[in-house]
């Protein structure tokens, strides 16, 4: 198993920044891909970022304006989010896929509230 803690979130103006961290635990070793993805009132959850060996993939809403990052000797992931719109406005949720070798899956964390408005 994998845990995911998320934190960082909040209320922040537009054209501001906030960084999101998400802290890994348990079979690290199993996990070959981390990701954001976010979900906004009555929409559905959609992938901002993901990264795994390569390059960082972006949905193109936030292209230029979050990076995706990962802190091997911390065990931690990061969205680096600026410029930010009042559509940004979601709760963003850690995921993390474990490598088929070891069973496959994803496992998520609870989410931290992202509240973009002046």
């Known amino acids: 198993q994998v845990q995911l803690v998320e934190s960082g979130g909040g209320l922040v103006q537009p054209g501001g920044s906030l960084r999101l961290s998400c802290a890994l635990s348990g079979s690290i070793f199993s996990i070959y891909a981390m990701g954001w993805y976010r979900q906004a009132p009555g929409k559905q959850r959609e992938l901002v970022a993901a990264?795994?060996?390569?390059?960082?993939d972006y949905a193109d809403s936030v292209k230029g304006r979050f990076t995706i990052s990962r802190d091997y000797a911390k065990n931690t992931v990061y969205l680096q989010m600026s410029s930010l719109k009042p559509e940004d406005t979601a709760v963003y949720y850690c995921?993390?896929?474990?490598?088929?070798?070891?069973?496959?899956?994803?496992?998520w964390g609870q989410g931290t509230q992202v509240t973009v408005s002046s």
């Open positions: 990264i795994t060996g390569g390059s960082p």
């Open positions: 995921n993390a896929r474990r490598s088929t070798y070891y069973g496959g899956g994803d496992f």
